[in-house]
């Protein structure tokens, strides 16, 4: 494999007569003020070999990436009950679908969906105040990165309150089948603000670092999770990562991958290095078009694939 940081500028190079392409999440009011032509690329190895390219050092909102972490720290907490809750299937379905939700009686089909994420958060927030659960997240992604300037965008936050109305009827129908534990405004209070939590690529591509390490940080050899779970935060992010889209994502890149409306998208190619991507217009299925787009070249030139 040619150096790193060449084949970085070389996928950065691929494709940038396509920055700017796709479409902002204009649903959520912060989100659609974000300038389209943003790119970024961030490669982190497990040996310690990092590459960037474009904005890779600008932060943004990582939204629904933030599911892989609270998902990480509650199987920590709760361990494999958080299962008898939420499921481990691929749901076919849009990220805040309310339908399945209905047919299976409160339990989400996976952990990424919003529906589960709910659930992930409410059992973080037991036994605790929104505030605190809130901060431990927080002080989770700031540990993860080694960077003590990772923080929560107080105005996503708001905005996503504000329009939240889909994640408050989802918490509300959950609730009513008795799967969530605590009162649907603490828990959409929490999940607005782990949404709204902001990195660079560069902080994020280090704070998925552990997952490429089996759940040990290789940089310092601190144990994050058993080796068992980060293998199935994996396995969920091969299979659910990308909602309906996530068949075409393993097709096309091939690796366990984590996308959130802010346009970012987190890869991890397990032994070897974690991936962060990010550009704000979305496809149709609410992934980083030219993230996407960025990933399939990249595992093209370097061969990385868990097939």
Not at 32 to 56: I, K, N, Q, Y
Request: hydrophobic share 45%; charged share 20%; aromatic share 6%.
């Amino acid at each position: 494999m040619r150096n790193l940081s060449d084949i970085v500028a070389a996928v950065h190079a691929d494709i940038a007569e396509h920055i700017g392409g796709g479409k902002v999440a204009d649903y959520i009011p912060a989100l659609s003020r974000v300038d389209p032509r943003h790119f970024g690329l961030a490669v982190v190895t497990c040996t310690g070999e990092r590459a960037e390219a474009g904005d890779a050092a600008v932060p943004f909102s990582i939204q629904s990436i933030s599911k892989v972490f609270t998902l990480t720290l509650a199987l920590e907490r709760v361990g494999a009950r958080l299962w008898q809750r939420v499921g481990r299937e691929p749901s076919g379905s849009a990220f805040n679908s309310i339908v399945q939700l209905e047919q299976e009686r409160g339990v989400p089909r996976n952990p990424f969906i919003n529906a589960g994420a709910l659930v992930v958060t409410d059992a973080l927030l037991t036994g605790r105040t929104p505030k605190k659960t809130a901060a431990e997240i927080l002080a989770f992604l700031r540990e993860r990165s080694g960077d003590p300037s990772v923080s929560i965008d107080d105005e996503v936050a708001g905005s996503e309150a504000q329009t939240g109305f889909r994640n408050a009827s989802l918490a509300n129908f959950i609730r009513a089948f008795g799967n969530l534990k605590n009162p649907v405004a603490e828990v959409l209070d929490v999940y607005f603000h782990q949404c709204a939590l902001k990195l660079s690529c560069a902080q994020l591509a280090r704070a998925g670092l552990f997952l490429a390490g089996d759940g040990v940080d290789p940089l310092t050899g601190n144990v994050v999770c058993r080796p068992a779970r980060a293998r199935r935060v994996k396995a969920l992010m091969m299979t659910c990562g990308h909602y309906d889209a996530s068949g075409e994502f393993a097709f096309k890149v091939g690796l366990p991958g984590k996308s959130g409306v802010g346009g970012g998208i987190l890869a991890i190619v397990p032994k070897q290095a974690a991936i962060a991507v990010w550009s704000p217009g979305l496809n149709a299925a609410g992934t980083s078009h030219v993230g996407a787009m960025a990933l399939e070249r990249l595992v093209e030139r370097t061969g990385w694939s868990v097939f």
